[in-house]
C-alpha cells in the first residue's frame, strides 16, 4: 500500500469516526431533552393497551428497577428513531463522494422513502394493528382472570411489533432495489406473486400472536406494499428503456 493510499484510508477512518461521534451526539441531546417526560412517553405508549383493560386493571412491574429502566427505554429507543435522519445524513455524506451521479439519483429517494415507509409502519401497528390486536385479546380473558402485563415484557412486544411492521413497509424498498440492480424483472416479480402471498402470511403467522386478525393485519399490507414496489419498479423500467 503506497503511502498515499495509507493516507487516504486513514482520513476515511477518521471521517467515518467523526460522523459516529456526531450520531451519538445528536441521541445524547435528543435523549436529554425528553427524559424528563419519560413517564408520559412509556404511559403514551402502553396507552393502546390500557384503552381495552377491565376497570381496575393496571399494568404491574416485577422488577424491582423495572419501574425505571423501562421509561428510560423508550426514551432511549424514542431518541435514536428521531435522531435517525440526522444519522441517515452522516451516512449520506460519508458514502455519497464515492458514488457515481446515476447511483445517487437512486440511493437518495430509497434512502428517504425507507425512512418514511418505517415510520408509516410504526404508525400503522401503533394506531391500528395494537387496538384491534388488543380488543381480541380482551375478548377472549376468561371471566375471574385479572389481565395485568408486566411493563418489561409489553415494552419488549411493542418493540418487537414496530420492528415487524417497520421492515414490512420496506417492501417497496427492497423490490425497487432488486430491479434497479438489475437482479431481477419486474416480469418475475409478479410471477412469484403467489409465493410472496404464501410467504407473507407465513412471516406474519410466525411474528404476530396466535390470531388470525392480528396475521392478516400484518400479510396483507406486505402483499399490497409488494405490488406498489412492482408499480414503482415498472415505471423505473421504463424511464430506463
Not at 417526560?37 to 405508549?45: N, V
Not at 463522494?97 to 437512486?106: C, I, N, Q, S
Not at 416480469?187 to 396475521?215: H, M, N, Y
Amino acid at each position: 500500500m503506497g503511502v498515499d493510499s495509507q493516507e487516504s484510508f486513514i482520513s476515511h477512518l477518521v471521517e467515518l469516526r467523526n460522523r459516529l461521534i456526531y450520531s451519538l451526539l445528536a441521541v445524547l441531546v435528543v435523549f436529554l431533552c425528553l427524559v424528563w417526560w419519560a413517564k408520559d412517553l412509556y404511559a403514551l405508549m402502553a396507552a393502546p393497551l390500557l384503552a381495552v383493560l377491565p376497570q381496575g386493571g393496571q399494568m404491574i412491574a416485577t422488577d424491582v428497577v423495572g419501574v425505571f429502566l423501562v421509561p428510560i427505554k423508550v426514551v432511549a429507543w424514542l431518541s435514536l428513531l428521531i435522531a435517525m435522519p440526522f444519522i441517515l445524513f452522516q451516512a449520506w455524506s460519508f458514502i455519497a463522494p464515492g458514488l457515481y451521479a446515476h447511483e445517487k439519483r437512486l440511493a437518495l429517494p430509497l434512502l428517504v422513502a425507507s425512512c418514511l415507509l418505517f415510520v408509516c409502519g410504526m404508525a400503522f401497528a401503533y394506531f391500528i394493528f395494537f387496538p384491534g390486536m388488543f380488543k381480541v385479546m380482551a375478548s377472549f380473558t376468561p371471566e375471574g382472570v385479572a389481565w395485568m402485563t408486566d411493563i418489561d415484557k409489553y415494552l419488549s412486544f411493542v418493540m418487537g411489533m414496530f420492528l415487524a411492521f417497520g421492515a414490512t413497509f420496506e417492501v417497496p424498498v427492497a423490490v425497487v432495489l432488486l430491479v434497479a440492480l438489475g437482479i431481477v424483472t419486474t416480469a418475475k416479480l409478479a410471477e412469484a406473486r403467489r409465493f410472496v402471498i404464501v410467504g407473507a402470511f407465513v412471516v406474519a403467522a410466525v411474528v404476530t400472536p396466535p390470531d388470525v386478525a392480528s396475521q392478516f393485519m400484518l400479510a396483507v399490507p406486505m402483499c399490497l406494499l409488494y405490488e406498489v414496489g412492482i408499480l414503482v419498479a415498472r415505471m423505473l423500467e421504463r424511464s430506463r428503456s
